[in-house]
């Protein structure tokens, strides 16, 4: 039930997921990108700096502030209409309401622990797990110390990417 929740709340991040564990147990193939210098470690960056990035942008959606509704008494009953401005109308009454799902708000100026344990964390320890995997479980790839380092630097990446985000969406 966990899991279930947990991917129905992060659903590109949960193929995000999968993606990178298939795409790193596979074989393969050769491509004239192999040429390029560091590749394997640039994909690396790029893989884990998008999930993370993706893991951000979920958890601030969901979490995004709450949205104030002006209802509008009328003959066919009250209307809602979402209003950024202060009301000024005395016929008008407020109900707030949270744009997420969840019905809960993150206070401006704060990073909540789920968010640095699934946002940071399980990227990292993923990469690492990935990394083992392939030492030791496939016949096609090999585990390498700096592939996890360049995990862990497009985690770090992705998560700088998530505060820029936090602060577009905080406004």
């Known amino acids: 039930m966990f ?50 990035t993706v893991i951000w ?11 104030r509704h002006c209802v509008t008494p009328s003959p066919q009953g009250a209307r809602g209409e979402v209003c950024n401005g202060p009301l000024t109308k005395n016929n008008e009454q407020e109900m707030v309401t949270s744009s997420s799902p969840l019905g809960e708000r993150m206070p401006k100026g ?20 990935i990394e083992l995997a392939q030492a030791y479980l496939t016949t096609c790839r090999s585990g390498d110390f700096f592939d996890f380092v360049c995990n862990s630097m497009g985690v770090l990446l992705g998560c700088l990417v998530g505060l820029i985000l936090k602060a577009i969406l905080r406004g």
């Open 3 to 52: 899991i279930a929740k947990k991917i129905k709340n992060y659903p590109l991040s949960s193929l995000l997921v999968v993606a990178i564990w298939v795409v790193c147990l596979i074989p393969v193939p050769e491509t004239p990108l192999n040429d390029v210098c560091f590749i394997d470690k640039w994909t690396h960056f790029v893989m884990y700096g998008s999930l993370t």
């Open 57 to 67: 942008f979920e958890y601030l959606w969901k979490k995004r502030p709450l949205t």
């Open 110 to 129: 704060q990073v909540r622990g789920h968010l640095l344990l699934g946002g940071v964390l399980c990227p990292i320890i993923m990469g690492g797990l």
